[in-house]
Each structure stands twice: as C-alpha cells, then as structure tokens.
C-alpha cells in the first residue's frame, strides 16, 4: 500500500495516471481510492469505512481515471494492494508483485 496527503483548496477534479512496469499474472485487484481524513482513519483501523472515489484494476495497463468535483479539505490518495478495501489480491507469488508509476493532477 502507498499514499499520498493532497489538500484541495477548493472543489476541484483529480486526474491520476497508473501506468504499469510489469505485467501481472493473474487478475490482481489493485484499488485506487480517495478518501477523506474520517475514512482514512477507519481504514488504518480497519473499522468499515466510505467514499465515492474508487477504482479498481484488475488487469496490467495503462489507465486514466478521474475523480470529479472533490470537495475542499484533506484527503489521502491510496494505492492499495492489501486486504484492507474491497478487492482481495492474491498475493501468493511473486508474479503477481506490483510495480506502477502514478502521476496525480489537481484541475
């Protein structure tokens, strides 16, 4: 899992770029999700936690994904290829290791 802090200084889009460097295996479950300070906490906690803002990945590529009219405030932008979202990662093997550049952009 990795994350990253953005401030929004007002309602605006977030435009993330995931390009992958290696192809997986099998179908993975990576999940890209936005979420709020409250939400975050309860993910750390793993206390049930929501948001509008989610992807999923299932298959190595390139992907563009767009998060529209996030509010003002904080939020953490997670990569996540644990138990702790929605989708479960088999992460049996080496072969399904993830390795990805992600580039974020704030309209």
């Known amino acids: 899992m990795r994350l990253v802090l953005l401030k929004f200084k007002k309602t605006s889009d977030l435009k993330i770029e995931v390009s992958f460097l290696k192809?997986?295996?099998t179908n993975?479950?990576?999940?890209?999700?936005?979420?709020?300070?409250?939400?975050?906490?309860?993910?750390?906690?793993?206390?049930?936690?929501?948001?509008?803002y989610h992807?999923?990945?299932?298959?190595?590529?390139?992907?563009?994904?767009?998060?529209?009219?996030?509010?003002k405030g904080t939020y953490y932008l997670i990569i996540d290829n644990s138990i702790k979202g929605w989708e479960k990662?088999?992460?049996s093997s080496q072969e399904?290791?993830?390795i990805l550049n992600v580039k974020n952009y704030i309209n």
């Open 89 to 91: 990662p088999d992460s």
């Open 96 to 98: 399904n290791e993830a």
């Open 55 to 71: 992807y999923s990945i299932f298959v190595s590529g390139n992907y563009r994904i767009n998060f529209d009219k996030v509010l």
């Open 23 to 25: 192809e997986w295996q």
């Open 28 to 52: 993975y479950g990576l999940e890209i999700i936005l979420l709020d300070e409250d939400a975050f906490i309860n993910f750390i906690k793993d206390k049930p936690f929501t948001t509008d």
